[in-house]
């Protein structure tokens, strides 16, 4: 009897404890899910910055059946208005930078997977891979214009031919680029002009239609022709071309709307913590090339890949007066599934701690594990929608849509 006694207020005061417990956790979880109610009702419009006005983006898959219908038309787009980017955070409102990225483990979880499948992919590509991976052309008629050389039956393109037909489109001096490739007449693979040693059986010049520093127009793609009609004149060759030059004008204000429309980025600005001590640039190349950057006109690049033409990440001064520094990944260029927006924030908390300051987005709210995670949503329901538009981010049409 004594016994039981005892265990009756042992047995109360348990229950009352679990109910504390249970409460508390409760109270905690209400908590957690209004705080992040209320970071995600920040600047949902959008986390990502744009210089241009977006317009709607006509499919990849249709351009040509656009262009072709369009023939004795204009193209319509419809504007979208891109939201205004915040000011610049006052020294007091920039959060402190932590040595960890804000990365929750289910964005970290997702990455790996996405890197698994990546790793996948590419594994199958280099089992399928030999050496007559080059037996065609390695053109995109998407976006390219692309013209066709071949000589009469049992006649063979000149190997100076070849060179002079290169050399003559580069003197055009055209802000697109322009390849020609050549089939060797002693192995049956396709080479650059420059590479070729050898007489050609072939000969394909390609045109990028369009990228972010111009589109073609009437009289680029007049001079391109005239060139290759001389060219085909000279060495008794015969031109085929999927597109006229009226249709692959056309085409390429399509993929122009198309590229300014997608022509995203994501920024984040760095600065000191105390404003009394500007950043020095000697520091700031230090701490750049430390991290792997490297030192290019008037800012710091990073490429993840040798063959990227363009860097992916880029850090460089704000305006003047700021006193500040602007890191920036290019959505296009980028590729999530290999981590690169991870290493991203990684680098800014890199950056930050060397340099001994502080970073923020550009829309004045500090950018922790869930302002990490808005900006990962919304990198990724964009590469998700260039992807299903026929462009992926980081592919190489990608690259050269993308390119400056």
């Known amino acids: 009897m004594q016994s039981l006694e005892i265990l009756i207020p042992i047995i109360v005061i348990a229950v009352i404890l679990v109910a504390l417990i249970f409460w508390r956790s409760k109270r905690e979880e209400k908590r957690a899910r209004e705080s992040g109610r209320k970071l995600r009702s920040v600047q949902t419009a959008d986390a990502l910055a744009g210089s241009e006005p977006r317009v709607e983006p006509d499919l990849i898959a249709q351009a040509t059946e656009r262009a072709r219908k369009a023939a004795d038309g204009e193209l319509n787009s419809t504007i979208k208005a891109d939201p205004t980017l915040g000011r610049l955070l006052d020294e007091s409102e920039i959060p402190t930078p932590t040595e960890e990225p804000p990365i929750y483990a289910e964005l970290e979880r997702e990455e790996a997977e996405a890197a698994r499948a990546e790793e996948a992919k590419k594994e199958s590509a280099e089992q399928s891979a030999d050496p007559r991976s080059r037996a065609v052309p390695p053109v995109d008629s998407a976006i390219e214009w692309i013209l066709d050389i071949a000589p009469v039956d049992g006649m063979q393109f000149a190997l100076g ?164 520094l602007v890191l920036t990944y290019d959505l296009p260029l980028g590729n999530l599934a290999r981590g690169d927006l991870k290493h991203y924030f990684a680098l800014a908390n890199h950056l930050a701690a060397e340099l001994k300051s502080r970073w923020s987005d550009c829309s004045k709210h500090p950018v922790d594990a869930g302002g990490a995670m808005l900006i990962a949503e919304q990198a990724e329901a964009h590469g998700k929608l260039m992807t299903e538009n026929g462009v992926e981010p980081g592919s190489n049409r990608a690259r050269l849509l993308f390119s400056r």
Request: proline share 5%; charged share 25%; aromatic share 8%.
């Open 161 to 324: 031919g070849v060179k002079s037909l290169k050399l003559e489109l580069a003197r055009l001096n055209l802000p697109l680029l322009v390849r020609v490739f050549a089939q060797s007449s002693k192995d049956g693979l396709y080479y650059e002009a420059e590479e070729l040693h050898f007489p050609a059986r072939h000969v394909v010049a390609s045109m990028v239609l369009a990228n972010r520093a111009a589109k073609l127009d009437e009289v680029g793609a007049s001079r391109f022709y005239q060139v290759l009609e001389q060219s085909a004149a000279q060495n008794n060759v015969v031109i085929r071309r999927e597109l006229e030059p009226g249709q692959a004008v056309l085409r390429s204000a399509t993929l122009k709307n198309f590229i300014n429309y997608f022509d995203r980025k994501v920024e984040v600005v760095i600065a000191p913590i105390d404003p009394e001590r500007p950043f020095d640039l000697e520091a700031v190349s230090k701490a750049a090339r430390k991290a792997g950057f490297e030192s290019s006109s008037g800012c710091w690049e990073l490429r993840f890949d040798p063959a990227e033409r363009d860097p992916v990440i880029s850090l460089a001064f704000g305006p003047e007066g700021t006193n500040t």
